[in-house]
């Protein structure tokens, strides 16, 4: 005759016995081992011997106080436990240790709730903290893509800048070619110059030596002399303009490596960037995109 | 041996606060115990209970409503609270509190049930004579017991959603309220 505790304070009754057993001391023995046994179904009739009667009486009210107790005290443990915590253990009714026992479940319960609210609202927290995090890790992944893509752009326009910069060079080559050229011809006229102005000496000489014949052919000479004099200086002019010329060539030269070694600097750092955030391995936007993922798996 | 029916008047009864009466019933609600506060409080000797149906001291202001919730949720295997206006045997009425379990064998199987009934506060009467009377209104508009039994309780669930509430939140909203000194 074993009782358990069922679920909101049923109480099982094993081989349950009539309700109330007849007056009498073997009665009371009866329900006594019952109630021991665990059984609070069984209860003593009145008797007509007075001192029976009372005692059956108080095992009566002592019965009636455990059954409610154990119903009770059950139901409301079982409540708290599933949430129900607006279920308390009404103390009204049970005296002594019972309404100890009584208030004592009602602070467990006190407890259980205000654990229960904690637990919620640290719910609530995680969940605004895993929204947050998963946005973030979006606009991450997003600003990535755009970083990552705005780099290789940069890239196109950097090798775009390289090619302009190749068909410079080559100007300037061409450039340092004509000047060259022209410093050779500048050569063979100062040659030609100096050659005629020899010979014009010469003529002048001998038409001094022809006497008042070659008068007319001195005067010829001394011309030509003159002429080959003005063609030697005008030349010696533009040799050194070509001079000068070649020498801005060579400076144009230098800075447009000096500028190519930069654009070269910024194509490394467009290729770092645009692989530091993209989509590669170990890539910002690839590892956004994952932290989102693990986020969205930890919040499920 | 049946004692006649009482005929209700205005006068209360009550009882201790730190008293509980008790009942057992078998399974089809004949009373099968009464402690000794159940017969001092209905005013019925204890053979006069005995094998009677528990509606013996059933109060004509007490709506179907709540024993149709209190006999659907004790036979589903549950525990219910709720608070009953009894008739006495000398047409005097007393308030309870009451707390009903089934008890089942081993096997789980119902065997009977059991009542413990508490004196509540007079606050939380007031709470919820209203309710019962709205109910027991909707019940005296039908002229079968069936029938009315079944609007008023399709009046009790309207009137509990409304509230976005259920009977047993209700009850306990009650109980914690105004029962105050019961912690
Ligand atoms: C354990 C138990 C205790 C009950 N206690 C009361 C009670 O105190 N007062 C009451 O009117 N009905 C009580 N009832 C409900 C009655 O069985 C019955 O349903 C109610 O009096 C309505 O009577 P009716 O069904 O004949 O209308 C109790 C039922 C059970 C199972």
């Known amino acids: 005759m ?21 007056g009498g001391l073997d009665a009371i023995v009866d329900v006594l081992h019952r109630a021991a046994a665990g059984d609070f179904e069984a209860r003593t009739a009145e008797s007509d011997d007075p001192a029976l009667d009372e005692a059956g009486r108080a095992l009566n009210s002592l019965l009636d106080v455990v059954d409610a107790f154990v119903r009770e005290s059950g139901a409301a443990l079982a409540a708290s436990a599933r949430g129900r915590f607006h279920r308390t253990f009404v103390e009204r009714g049970l005296p002594g240790a019972y309404r100890d026992g009584a208030r004592r479940i009602n602070d467990a319960r006190d407890l259980l709730r205000a654990a229960d609210e904690a637990a919620t609202e640290e719910a609530e927290v995680r969940s605004v903290i895993v929204a947050q995090a998963v946005e973030v890790s979006q606009h ?12 290789q752009s940069l ?7 390289v090619d302009e910069l190749g068909t410079t060079v080559d100007l300037v080559h061409r450039l340092e070619d004509a000047s060259t050229r022209i410093d050779e011809a500048v050569t063979l006229i100062l040659e030609v110059a100096s050659r005629t102005r020899l010979l014009a000496l010469n003529a002048t000489i001998e038409a001094a030596r022809a006497g008042e014949h070659g008068k007319a052919f001195g005067v010829v000479a001394d011309e030509v002399r003159q002429l080959s004099d003005r063609v030697a200086a005008s030349s010696a002019d533009i040799s050194a303009q070509v001079d000068e010329a070649q020498a801005v060539s060579r400076e144009v030269s230098t800075s447009i490596s ?25 890539g910002l936007a690839r590892m956004a995109e994952s932290l989102r993922a693990d986020i969205g798996r930890f919040a499920e | 041996m049946r004692p006649p029916a009482a005929r209700p008047t205005s006068q209360e009864r009550t009882f201790a606060r730190e008293e509980i009466i008790v009942s057992k019933t078998d399974l089809r609600g004949h009373l099968t115990y009464a402690n000794d506060v159940f017969v001092r409080v209905s005013g019925y000797t204890r053979r006069e209970l005995l094998g009677r149906p528990h509606s013996l001291i059933r109060h004509p202001d007490m709506p179907r409503a709540v024993f149709r919730t209190l006999w659907d949720t004790v036979q589903s295997g549950d525990e219910i609270f709720a608070y009953v206006k009894n008739l006495a045997a000398d047409g005097s009425f007393y308030w309870v509190l009451a707390h009903v379990t089934p008890s089942t064998d081993a096997h789980g199987v119902p065997v009977g049930y059991h009542s413990n009934r508490r004196l509540p506060e007079p606050a939380a009467i007031r709470a919820v004579e209203p309710v019962y009377a709205l109910l027991l209104a909707e019940e005296q508009r039908h002229p079968t017991g069936n029938a009315a039994v079944d609007a008023s309780s399709a009046l009790l669930r309207d009137w509990l959603d409304e509230r976005r509430t259920t009977y047993d939140e209700w009850v306990w909203s009650v109980i914690n309220a105004h029962e105050g000194g019961a912690r």
């Open chain 1, 155 to 161: 890239r196109g326009t950097v090798s775009a800048g």
């Open chain 1, 258 to 282: 000096r500028v190519a070694a930069l654009i070269a600097e910024i194509d490394a750092e467009a290729t770092g960037v645009s692989s530091a955030a993209g989509h590669a391995e170990g």
């Open chain 1, 2 to 22: 074993r009782q358990l505790l069922r679920r909101s304070g049923t109480v099982t009754v094993v081989d349950p016995g009539p309700a109330t057993s007849t």
């Open chain 1, 140 to 151: 991450v992944a997003a600003a990535s893509t755009e970083l990552g893509a705005s780099a």
